[in-house]
T-cell receptor
Framework: EAGVAQSPRYKIIEKRQSVAFWCNPI?????LYWYQQILGQGPKLLIQ????????DSQLPKDRFSAERLKGVDSTLKIQPAKLEDSAVYLC????????????FGPGTRLTVL | AQSVTQLGSHVSVSEGALVLLRCNYSSSVPPYLFWYVQYPNQGLQLLLKYTTGATLVKGINGFEAEFKKSETSFHLTKPSAHMSDAAEYFC????????????FGSGTRLSIRP
């Protein structure tokens, strides 16, 4: 079974530029999460999708961050414009539904904002 | 509301010694509890999880954790540390519904001394 795919793996941009990350979930996984992991901290949930609908985006900075899940499969997370404090690893995770199901993580995208 | 506290941001043990990583949680509903491991430049991998039933949970790589409701704890242990166990470990808590999000602790970095 293929895992969660993310691209790019690394991205360096200057502040005020825009950036987008892509996630391809495991086939059949209805629930998809985007997390932000700042160095030395645990992952923080940004947004949760159930199929192509948003379940929770309470911690997504909506003035600069946006996310969508195309046809309930792939997802993109965008930052526009980026700030220095957005430097972090952005993790995508998916699971079949919720509750007890195991959450599978992608390798992450490491973003550096200069 | 749910939260997780991991005691000790860095733990160092000798190879062959007991590994003990501490986790305490707070939850207003019966919790699901998880331990994840993160190797450098990789995503998170599930070590073990507690949902219901037996309170002593065995995971991969010889790790186990015990759910103690009275102490609101879910400490991770391994009888004999191996050099390959060096990594970052995250405790997490979730509710049981499909819409529940997983809340992560801040992580504990485990170092193994030869």
């Amino acid at each position: 079974e293929a895992g969660v795919a993310q691209s790019p793996r690394y991205k360096i941009i200057e502040k005020r530029q825009s950036v987008a990350f892509w996630c391809n979930p495991i086939s059949g996984h209805a629930t998809l999460y985007w997390y932000q992991q700042i160095l030395g901290q645990g992952p923080k949930l940004l947004i949760q999708f159930q199929n192509n609908g948003v379940v929770d985006d309470s911690q997504l900075p909506k003035d600069r961050f946006s996310a969508e899940r195309l046809k309930g499969v792939d997802s993109t997370l965008k930052i526009q414009p980026a700030k220095l404090e957005d430097s972090a690893v952005y993790l995508c995770a998916t699971r079949t539904s919720g509750g007890t199901d195991t959450q599978y993580f992608g390798p992450g995208t490491r973003l550096t904002v200069l | 509301a749910q939260s997780v506290t991991q005691l000790g941001s860095h733990v160092s043990v000798s190879e062959g010694a007991l590994v003990l990583l501490r986790c305490n949680y707070s939850s207003s509903v019966p919790p699901y509890l998880f331990w994840y491991v993160q190797y450098p430049n990789q995503g998170l991998q599930l070590l073990l999880k507690y949902t219901t039933g037996a309170t002593l949970v065995k995971g991969i790589n010889g790790f186990e954790a015990e759910f103690k409701k009275s102490e609101t704890s879910f400490h991770l242990t391994k009888p004999s540390a191996h050099m390959s166990d060096a990594a970052e470990y995250f405790c997490a808590v979730s509710g049981y519904s499909s819409a529940s999000k997983i809340i992560f602790g801040s992580g504990t970095r485990l170092s193994i001394r030869p």
